[in-house]
């Protein structure tokens, strides 16, 4: 198990480097010249060559590449082609809005997308399970700009108008700074998130769920005496979590490298929007921090999800 | 009174196709110690019945009285079945590589059951889960205690399901078809286990199972089912050396030899009738050799056969005809032929 482990470990960090290079090569083949779209329209060839030999952009590939990987080995993901800021101050100073986003959405959807799914597996067909059926169809189809501008309309400016504000529209303020308009920022972005995404997390325990409950063990476990309670969460749901864990790792880790449209309509200035604004302005070296920030944690929450499989369940562990 | 009184047990599950009638007028009685025997071909009822006693059926309508120890279970709300299940009547179920939990060790399954039951320390119900294990001759029980259920062998894993069964000290066992998935030594030692067990315990069992060799080994007695209903019920050496119902005779008769030992019951020739539409009259009378004209329009009440003390057969044929003797079935088939007129020849009609 433990070598099994590290054997993705190397293969995650081989996964990071071919992402790093793919990055870098598309953005050469790609026809366009950062020096030219930050001089601007009207700026003489000879303020173009100096940008570019600023930046570095007249050397080789190879050399260019040299550098950037050399930064890379010792944590430095270069500077930013515009302000000259260091990727990772950019970085760093991006994540707090995007973490505090894709965790509080991930828990809100997980025991609401889980919980909706136990009730609807064990009443399967009932009034509840059609409800939640339809929850479920909404969720899906619902795209998330959709979701953000309703709640925004209903919660921020229907309740501003009747004088409750207990939502504001947009914008984040550091946890640090002040833990409650933290929290109060960030309702509207969770229920966002959390919404269009439950629903997958509703179908996905819902079937494993009914699934587990015609297995065998469940009728021991009935015969037994135990209650129905127990049968269901304790025998049911523990095997029926497998599916919903693998997902819930692939979720949160892609979500950590940036949530662009919710942030974006909910203007938390979060990495979704510093990828957004980095890929316009043609910013090298911020959109290659970006892209490999986001590949770690898709990588390292597999890794996760893979540690845990051994966690639940024993004949991973044993074998 | 009987430890367990079933009377007019009916099962029926509404499907999208129709009603799957599985169980239709059961009734049997065990007593206390005793072993019944509940034999059939593949889907005659036999689960079904089991599960019903202890409420385990689910979305199926049930009808009749499941009288345990005088009081009915099918009457009692869902706190008081789960007061009885596992606690007064356990049950081994046919696939030990199923029955248990994937994700628990053995042993917390085991205290699980008792801790449902008994109000006593986790210290207590571990102890007694090794003890159970030992019981059942699991080696090394104090070790095997905390493996989980893929580190042991089938075999090894029946073992650890009617330890569970027994932890409790059940009045009542059930075991369906405890032995089927399991190879042919393994099953002889899980019989013999069974069979020992409830010697030493006194429990009372009902054994499910295809297999004539268990009947002729464990059984007192013995309930014969067909397409949801008992079409015979005597004590052991009765239903061997005189069956009356021609379903039971041609199970016995299909087995070389005079009397069944270790053999598997063969399905009859044809299919089983559906339990949708079940054939009208007898509903073994497409099948059956001996089939008269009342037959197709009559369906046979139990009825007592002349010989044996609770010998009931559900079959109109006289109540002497008893046997697997070449001579009785020569009588059998004269009787059916004189009572067969609108019929031609011998054998099946078309299901109407
Ligand atoms: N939940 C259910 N819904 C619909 N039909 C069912 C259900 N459970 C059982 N049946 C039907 O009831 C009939 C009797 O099934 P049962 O499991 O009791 O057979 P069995 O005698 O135990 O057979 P086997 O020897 O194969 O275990 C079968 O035709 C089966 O398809
Ligand atoms: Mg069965």
Same mark, same amino acid.
């Given at each position: 198990?433990?070598?099994?482990?590290?054997?993705?470990?190397?293969?995650?960090?081989?996964?990071?480097?071919?992402?790093?290079?793919?990055?870098?090569?598309?953005?050469?083949?790609?026809?366009?010249?950062?020096?030219?779209?930050?001089?601007?329209?009207?700026?003489?060839?000879?303020?173009?060559?100096?940008?570019?030999?600023?930046?570095?952009?007249?050397?080789?590939?190879?050399?260019?590449?040299?550098?950037?990987?050399?930064?890379?080995?010792?944590?430095?993901?270069?500077?930013?082609?515009?302000?000259?800021?260091?990727?990772?101050?950019?970085?760093?100073?991006?994540?707090?809005?995007?973490?505090?986003?894709?965790?509080?959405?991930?828990?809100?959807?997980?025991?609401?997308?889980?919980?909706?799914?136990?009730?609807?597996?064990?009443?399967?067909?009932?009034?509840?399970?059609?409800?939640?059926?339809?929850?479920?169809?909404?969720?899906?189809?619902?795209?998330?700009?959709?979701?953000?501008?309703?709640?925004?309309?209903?919660?921020?400016?229907?309740?501003?108008?009747?004088?409750?504000?207990?939502?504001?529209?947009?914008?984040?303020?550091?946890?640090?700074?002040?833990?409650?308009?933290?929290?109060?920022?960030?309702?509207?972005?969770?229920?966002?998130?959390?919404?269009?995404?439950?629903?997958?997390?509703?179908?996905?325990?819902?079937?494993?769920?009914?699934?587990?409950?015609?297995?065998?063990?469940?009728?021991?476990?009935?015969?037994?005496?135990?209650?129905?309670?127990?049968?269901?969460?304790?025998?049911?749901?523990?095997?029926?979590?497998?599916?919903?864990?693998?997902?819930?790792?692939?979720?949160?880790?892609?979500?950590?490298?940036?949530?662009?449209?919710?942030?974006?309509?909910?203007?938390?200035?979060?990495?979704?929007?510093?990828?957004?604004?980095?890929?316009?302005?043609?910013?090298?070296?911020?959109?290659?921090?970006?892209?490999?920030?986001?590949?770690?944690?898709?990588?390292?929450?597999?890794?996760?999800?893979?540690?845990?499989?051994?966690?639940?369940?024993?004949?991973?562990?044993?074998? | 009174?009987?430890?367990?009184?079933?009377?007019?047990?009916?099962?029926?599950?509404?499907?999208?196709?129709?009603?799957?009638?599985?169980?239709?007028?059961?009734?049997?009685?065990?007593?206390?110690?005793?072993?019944?025997?509940?034999?059939?071909?593949?889907?005659?009822?036999?689960? &079904?019945? +089991?599960?019903? @006693?202890?409420?385990?059926? %689910?979305?199926?309508?049930?009808? !009749? *009285?499941? =009288?345990?120890?005088?009081?009915?279970?099918?009457?009692?709300?869902?706190?008081?079945?789960?007061?009885?299940?596992?606690?007064?009547?356990?049950?081994?179920?046919?696939?030990?590589?199923?029955?248990?939990?994937?994700?628990?060790?053995?042993?917390?399954?085991?205290?699980?059951?008792?801790?449902?039951?008994?109000?006593?320390?986790?210290?207590?119900?571990?102890?007694?889960?090794?003890?159970?294990?030992?019981?059942?001759?699991?080696?090394?029980?104090?070790?095997?205690?905390?493996?989980?259920?893929?580190?042991?062998?089938?075999?090894?894993?029946?073992?650890?399901?009617?330890?569970?069964?027994?932890?409790?000290?059940?009045?009542?066992?059930?075991?369906?078809?405890?032995?089927?998935?399991?190879?042919?030594? &393994?099953? +002889?030692?899980? @019989?013999?286990?069974?069979? %020992?067990?409830?010697?030493?315990? !006194? *429990?009372? =069992?009902?054994?499910?199972?295809?297999?004539?060799?268990?009947?002729?080994?464990?059984?007192?007695?013995?309930?014969?089912?067909?397409?949801?209903?008992?079409?015979?019920?005597?004590?052991?050496?009765?239903?061997?050396?005189?069956?009356?119902?021609?379903?039971?005779?041609?199970?016995?008769?299909?087995?070389?030899?005079?009397?069944?030992?270790?053999?598997?019951?063969?399905?009859?020739?044809?299919?089983?009738?559906?339990?949708?539409?079940?054939?009208?009259?007898?509903?073994?009378?497409?099948?059956?050799?001996?089939?008269?004209?009342?037959?197709?329009?009559?369906?046979?009440?139990?009825?007592?056969?002349?010989?044996?003390?609770?010998?009931?057969?559900?079959?109109?044929?006289?109540?002497?005809?008893?046997?697997?003797?070449?001579?009785?079935?020569?009588?059998?088939?004269?009787?059916?032929?004189?009572?067969?007129?609108? =019929?031609?020849?011998?054998?099946?009609?078309?299901?109407?």
């Amino acid at each position: 198990m433990i070598r099994f482990l590290v054997r993705r470990t190397v293969f995650g960090i081989l996964v990071l480097w071919l992402i790093s290079v793919a990055t870098f090569l598309l953005f050469f083949v790609a026809p366009h010249d950062p020096a030219r779209v930050i001089t601007g329209r009207l700026a003489t060839p000879e303020t173009v060559a100096l940008v570019r030999h600023r930046l570095g952009l007249d050397q080789p590939v190879l050399t260019q590449y040299g550098h950037f990987l050399n930064g890379l080995i010792h944590g430095n993901l270069g500077y930013s082609f515009y302000n000259s800021t260091s990727v990772n101050y950019l970085i760093v100073s991006r994540l707090p809005p995007t973490v505090s986003l894709a965790l509080g959405g991930a828990i809100i959807w997980l025991v609401t997308g889980v919980l909706i799914g136990v009730l609807s597996a064990t009443r399967a067909r009932s009034l509840f399970d059609r409800v939640a059926t339809i929850f479920v169809l909404t969720g899906l189809s619902m795209p998330t700009f959709l979701l953000g501008l309703l709640l925004i309309y209903l919660l921020f400016f229907r309740l501003h108008l009747a004088g409750v504000t207990w939502f504001p529209a947009g914008g984040y303020v550091p946890l640090s700074q002040n833990p409650a308009a933290w929290a109060q920022h960030m309702v509207l972005p969770w229920i966002t998130i959390a919404l269009v995404t439950a629903a997958t997390y509703t179908r996905l325990t819902r079937s494993s769920l009914l699934e587990t409950l015609s297995e065998d063990y469940i009728r021991t476990a009935r015969a037994k005496g135990l209650s129905e309670r127990r049968v269901i969460y304790r025998h049911g749901l523990r095997s029926a979590m497998t599916p919903v864990v693998t997902q819930f790792g692939i979720d949160v880790g892609t979500l950590l490298g940036g949530v662009i449209v919710t942030e974006t309509v909910f203007g938390l200035g979060g990495l979704g929007q510093l990828a957004v604004q980095s890929v316009t302005n043609q910013d090298l070296p911020v959109i290659i921090g970006i892209v490999l920030l986001a590949a770690f944690f898709i990588v390292v929450s597999n890794l996760i999800v893979d540690a845990l499989y051994a966690v639940l369940d024993p004949r991973v562990r044993l074998s | 009174m009987s430890l367990l009184e079933v009377r007019d047990l009916e099962v029926a599950f509404h499907t999208a196709d129709g009603t799957v009638r599985a169980v239709d007028r059961v009734s049997f009685t065990i007593d206390g110690g005793q072993t019944l025997a509940v034999v059939g071909e593949s889907g005659s009822g036999k689960s &079904v019945t +089991a599960l019903t @006693l202890l409420g385990l059926n %689910r979305g199926a309508e049930v009808a !009749g *009285t499941v =009288l345990f120890d005088g009081v009915d279970l099918l009457a009692m709300d869902d706190e008081a079945m789960r007061a009885v299940r596992g606690n007064q009547i356990a049950m081994v179920f046919q696939d030990p590589l199923s029955s248990l939990h994937p994700l628990y060790r053995v042993g917390w399954q085991i205290e699980e059951a008792i801790l449902a039951h008994r109000d006593v320390p986790r210290q207590q119900a571990r102890a007694r889960a090794v003890e159970l294990l030992d019981l059942v001759g699991i080696p090394e029980p104090a070790r095997r205690v905390d493996d989980y259920p893929h580190q042991f062998s089938g075999g090894m894993r029946q073992r650890a399901m009617i330890a569970m069964a027994l932890a409790l000290d059940p009045r009542l066992l059930i075991a369906d078809e405890p032995t089927t998935a399991l190879d042919a030594t &393994v099953q +002889a030692q899980i @019989l013999d286990l069974i069979r %020992r067990l409830q010697g030493e315990l !006194g *429990t009372a =069992l009902i054994i499910i199972t295809h297999d004539l060799g268990i009947v002729a080994d464990l059984a007192d007695d013995v309930i014969v089912m067909y397409a949801g209903r008992v079409v015979e019920r005597a004590d052991r050496r009765t239903l061997y050396y005189h069956p009356h119902h021609p379903y039971t005779v041609g199970l016995l008769r299909s087995v070389p030899g005079s009397v069944a030992r270790a053999a598997r019951l063969q399905p009859i020739p044809g299919q089983p009738p559906s339990l949708i539409r079940l054939p009208s009259g007898c509903r073994f009378h497409p099948h059956c050799e001996f089939v008269m004209d009342r037959c197709v329009d009559h369906d046979p009440p139990e009825l007592r056969v002349l010989g044996g003390l609770h010998h009931g057969s559900a079959c109109w044929l006289p109540g002497e005809m008893v046997g697997t003797d070449d001579d009785t079935h020569r009588r059998r088939s004269a009787y059916a032929g004189a009572h067969r007129q609108t =019929l031609v020849g011998s054998g099946s009609t078309a299901v109407p």
